[in-house]
């Protein structure tokens, strides 16, 4: 017992030494919001006009730690630590996991196999929020299955209670990072498939909702507030087709590059990611539990339909309300998932529960005939198949330099500045290092300015005498001059001509990798 106590203190320490030996975080989301975002917020006041795109509107409170730590501490530092907090999801999985079996080993591997899956490993060391968030997500799950044993006498508050803190957790952690919602929605659903009686299972599912908005409301409330206030939609710029805000297209807003065509490959999703991964991915990568949970899961269903068929009468499949929990919950996560995202690192949490949704499924596809050697088999040739296999995504990593993010602003850029930001490029982590009176507008990325941005821009431009247009390469033009001499350049728009002459190269690093920064004068035209 006190060499399992041990490990699961230990474990989040070690996984932070690990991260160091992964590299340093380079990823596309650093680049444009996850460092810029805090900045906004904190010291540009929202003054700026969407420098990090369509990602700029997104909730900066778990970035903030980040932002203040890459200000100010090495990048090995900076790593360590949010390697840490990922690694408090692997004592959380091992608790779900004893939920299960009584064995500390089994439930330790199944952990410990859980953080480092292909989704889960990918990210370590990484600001991504997928697994950063894993732990309130996975916390409310462990807290839902100890809600789901039968109260005994006088303790149905207790048990009322741990499914509104199930739901405080997981609706904390979906505002975090909203495409986590899917779990939190699955984590009340699933309360409606335990054996308790029907009264008692809605009074858990209703609990458990009224916490999962309390915990909404105390990590993403306050953001929709300020979203609404100023910008007209507390969820811009996704569903602007209902709360219209005149700063987004009156439309979803939302990738629909990597959903499934048609319902057939929304239900066998899994196994055409593992052939065709970047269906789900910008890179490729590899991990088979997934698809191989589906596989026992079919055969589960099909089980259960010829014992029905054979004995004319429903048995349930699962033997205890734990498993029933725990399977609805990943099935509608998915489902939900598939319906509306299908981004594979958003599904990273289910991801390092699936050796253990393996162990319950592959035990009850043998029940109750109980042939251990076969079940047995069957699992350790799964796991041994995906760790075989395993292929990480390549999120974006370079060599280690003392800082994550060096910017270098030539002291030949007039100031006060105003910047007009043009291509779709991930470059806003460089606005945090310009004096705080400048002031930074996209003109062209992942989403374009409304006629209302557009006039917000034209009337900020006012204040200023110095105006630049500013651009990270790659772009489509052969060169500088090439860009600047195109028939119709986006800068027009706002009254502006490009001036060939004083332009000038930021030096700009992510890590230890130079990046390729651009500003060049414009004169009102």
Not at 6 to 21: D, K, M, R, S, T
Not at 92 to 115: E, H, M, N, P
Request: proline content about 7%; some cysteine; overall charge positive.
């Amino acid at each position: 017992m006190w060499l399992t106590m041990a490990a699961l203190i230990a474990f989040p320490f070690l996984y932070g030494l690990v991260a160091l030996h992964r590299g340093e975080d380079a990823d596309w989301d650093l680049m444009n919001y996850h460092f810029f975002d805090p900045f906004w917020v904190l010291v540009n006041h929202q003054h700026d006009i969407m420098p990090a795109q369509l990602q700029t509107y997104y909730n900066p409170v778990l970035d903030i730690p980040f932002y203040l730590a890459a200000r100010h501490l090495s990048a090995r530092t900076v790593a360590y630590g949010i390697a840490f907090v990922q690694g408090l999801s692997f004592p959380i999985l091992y608790l779900i996991a004893r939920v299960f079996t009584r064995r500390r080993l089994l439930a330790l591997a199944g952990a410990g196999l859980g953080i480092f899956a292909a989704g889960a490993f990918s990210e370590i060391g990484s600001v991504m929020g997928d697994t950063l968030t894993a732990p309130f997500l996975l916390g409310g799950i462990l807290l839902g299955l100890h809600a789901c044993r039968p109260p005994v006498h006088g303790a149905r508050r207790r048990v009322l209670a741990l499914a509104a803190a199930a739901g405080v957790a997981s609706g904390f952690g979906s505002g975090l990072k909203l495409s986590a919602f899917p779990f939190t929605v699955a984590t009340v659903i699933a309360f409606l498939v335990i054996g308790l009686p029907f009264a008692r299972r809605l009074a858990l599912a209703f609990a458990c909702g009224c916490g999962a908005l309390v915990g909404l409301l105390v990590s993403y409330g306050w953001w929709g507030y300020e979203l609404a206030v100023r910008w007209g939609s507390p969820l811009l710029p996704y569903l602007n087709q209902l709360f219209a805000s005149p700063y987004a297209p009156l439309a979803s807003n939302t990738d629909a590059r990597r959903l499934p065509h048609g319902v057939l490959q929304a239900l066998f999703y899994p196994f055409l990611w593992t052939l065709q991964p970047l269906r789900t991915s910008p890179q490729a990568f590899r991990e088979l539990t997934m698809p191989a949970l589906e596989l026992v899961l079919l055969l589960l269903a099909a089980k259960g339909v010829a014992l029905t068929a054979r004995r004319r009468a429903w048995r349930p499949i699962f033997g205890s309300d734990a498993e029933r929990f725990i399977v609805l919950l990943a099935i509608v996560t998915y489902l939900i998932w598939v319906d509306i995202f299908a981004i594979y690192r958003y599904l990273v949490p289910l991801e390092m529960l699936s050796f253990v949704l393996l162990g319950v499924c592959v035990r009850r596809l043998f029940a109750p005939a109980r042939p251990w050697p076969v079940a047995a088999g069957l699992l350790v040739a799964i796991i041994v198949a995906s760790l075989v296999t395993e292929q990480t995504d390549n999120i974006g990593r370079t060599a280690w330099a003392d800082r994550d993010i060096t910017v270098l602003v030539p002291a030949s850029i007039a100031s006060p500045a105003a910047f007009l930001m043009i291509g779709s490029n991930p470059d806003a982590y460089v606005v945090p290092y310009f004096p705080s009176n400048d002031f930074f507008a996209r003109i062209q990325g992942n989403i374009r300015p409304t006629p209302t941005a557009e006039a917000r821009i034209k009337k900020d431009l006012r204040a200023y005498s110095n105006v630049y247009v500013f651009w990270a390469d790659p772009n489509p033009y052969p060169n500088e001059a090439a860009l600047l001499a195109q028939a119709r350049p986006p800068w027009a728009t706002y009254g502006f001509a490009a001036n060939t002459s004083g332009c000038v190269a930021i030096p700009t690093k992510i890590g230890s990798v130079a990046q390729s920064v651009h500003v060049c004068p414009l004169d009102r035209s």
